[in-house]
C-alpha cells in the first residue's frame, strides 16, 4: 500500500538529506508518516486537522518542516482492499479513506456507538438515499415525528430520504454502525419525495437458505437477499447476509458497473482480491471495485458469516463474470 522513502526526503527549504521512520499512525483515511532528521520533535497532526492541511499538503510529499523534522501525509492508497473496525476512528469516519467511488455510493462511514450514544445524521432535503448496518445491538432512528426500533444483534435500517435524522444506541453496550450514502438524481428524488418511510430489519440466520456454493465455489454456501433492487429509491442494489459452510467459498469472479463491500460478523476465512489473498475474520471490512476479481473461502472448521453491500452504477446493467477458481488451492500472498 505504501513505498516509505528512506533518504533525499526534501523540506520547504528544499534541502535533502538521510531520515529515520518515527511514527507510523492512521488516521481518518491518512497514514501519517513523521521522519526526523536529527534531535528535533516529531510532529503529531490529529485527524481533525486534515481538513485544514489537505489544500497545502499533497499527498506523497513533504510539506511541513520544523526543528529537524519533515512530516509526510499519504493518503491511503485508492487500492486499499481491506481494513478492521478496530483500526477505525470510533467516533466516526471513512471506512476507506480517499476512496473514489466509481457508482453514485457517496457516503460508507463507521461509527463505534456507546451505550446511549446519539449520533445526529445532517439529511435534510440531501439528495441521497441512506442506510444503516449496526452490529452488536439494538439501535432506534429518529426523523422528525418518526420513530423506529430495530431488533437486537445484527441489522440494518434503510432511509428516510431528504430528512435529517438521529441514531441511537439503546443498549448498555457498544454496537457498531456502517453508514451508506447513495445519491439520487432529480427524478428518483421528486419520486421519492420527502419520504419519511424507514424499512428496518435483522440479519436472521433462520431465514437463510442452504445451497451449493456459487460462483464456481465449493462446498455449501446460506443466503438471502435481505434487499433487491426494487427495495431502493437509489442504485443500491443488494443488501445480503450469507454464511459459508467449513470448506466452502464464493468463487473468483468480478462484476462490470458494481461496487461492494463485505462485512464479515463471524468466523474467519481467506478472502482474494485481484489476486490477492488476506486473512479476515469477525470485524473485517472489504471493499471490491468494478472489475476487480474476488472470493472468499472458509478453511474452516467454523462457519463464516458475512454481509455485502453492493451498489450498481446508474442507468448500467451490472454483470457477473465467473473465472473458474473455487480459490481452495490459495495460500496467503
Not at 493518503?75 to 480517499?98: Q, Y
Not at 471490491?288 to 474452516?300: A, C, F, V
Request: with cysteine; proline share 3%.
Amino acid at each position: 500500500m505504501l513505498g516509505i522513502v528512506g533518504s533525499g526526503v526534501k523540506g520547504l527549504s528544499g534541502e535533502s538529506g538521510d531520515c529515520s521512520l518515527g511514527v507510523l499512525k492512521m488516521l481518518a483515511g491518512i497514514v501519517v508518516l513523521t521522519v526526523g532528521f536529527g534531535a528535533g520533535p516529531s510532529l503529531v497532526v490529529a485527524d481533525h486537522l486534515w481538513s485544514i492541511l489537505k489544500g497545502t499538503i499533497r499527498s506523497g510529499n513533504t510539506r511541513l518542516c520544523t526543528s529537524g523534522t519533515a512530516l509526510l501525509l499519504i493518503k491511503v492508497s485508492e487500492n486499499m482492499k481491506h481494513v478492521h473496525i478496530a483500526e477505525l476512528n470510533r467516533n466516526g469516519g471513512a471506512v476507506f479513506g480517499g476512496r473514489h467511488f466509481e457508482t453514485p455510493w457517496s457516503v460508507f462511514d463507521y461509527w463505534a456507538l456507546e451505550p446511549r450514544d446519539v449520533r445526529k445524521v445532517l439529511g435534510d432535503g440531501a439528495m441521497c438515499e441512506q442506510g444503516f448496518v449496526y452490529m452488536g445491538g439494538a439501535v432506534e432512528v429518529t426523523a422528525g415525528p418518526f420513530r423506529e426500533r430495530s431488533e437486537s444483534g445484527s441489522g440494518f435500517i434503510i432511509g428516510p430520504v431528504g430528512r435529517e435524522c438521529a441514531l441511537e444506541n439503546i443498549t448498555d453496550r457498544v454496537v457498531g454502525a456502517f453508514h451508506v450514502c447513495v445519491e439520487l438524481d432529480e427524478a428518483q428524488m421528486q419520486e421519492a419525495g420527502r419520504d419519511p418511510i424507514v424499512n428496518v430489519g435483522a440479519f436472521d440466520r433462520a431465514a437463510l437458505k442452504w445451497r451449493d456454493a456459487i460462483h464456481g465455489g465449493s462446498g455449501q454456501i446460506a443466503t438471502r437477499h435481505v434487499l433487491k433492487p426494487e427495495d431502493f429509491r437509489s442504485s443500491w442494489t443488494f443488501l445480503d447476509h450469507a454464511i459459508l459452510s467449513a470448506g466452502g467459498s464464493v468463487g473468483y469472479h468480478y462484476h462490470d458497473a458494481l461496487e461492494e463491500s463485505f462485512v464479515v460478523t463471524a468466523g474467519e476465512g481467506l478472502m482474494t482480491i485481484d489476486n490477492e489473498t488476506f486473512e479476515v475474520g469477525q470485524g473485517s471490512v472489504t471493499w471490491q471495485g468494478i472489475g476487480q476479481g474476488h472470493g472468499i473461502y472458509n478453511p474452516g472448521p467454523e462457519e463464516l458469516e458475512f454481509v455485502r453491500i453492493a451498489v450498481a452504477q446508474r442507468d448500467e446493467q451490472y454483470t457477473t463474470i465467473d473465472l473458474h477458481d473455487d480459490l481452495s488451492s490459495r495460500g496467503l500472498t
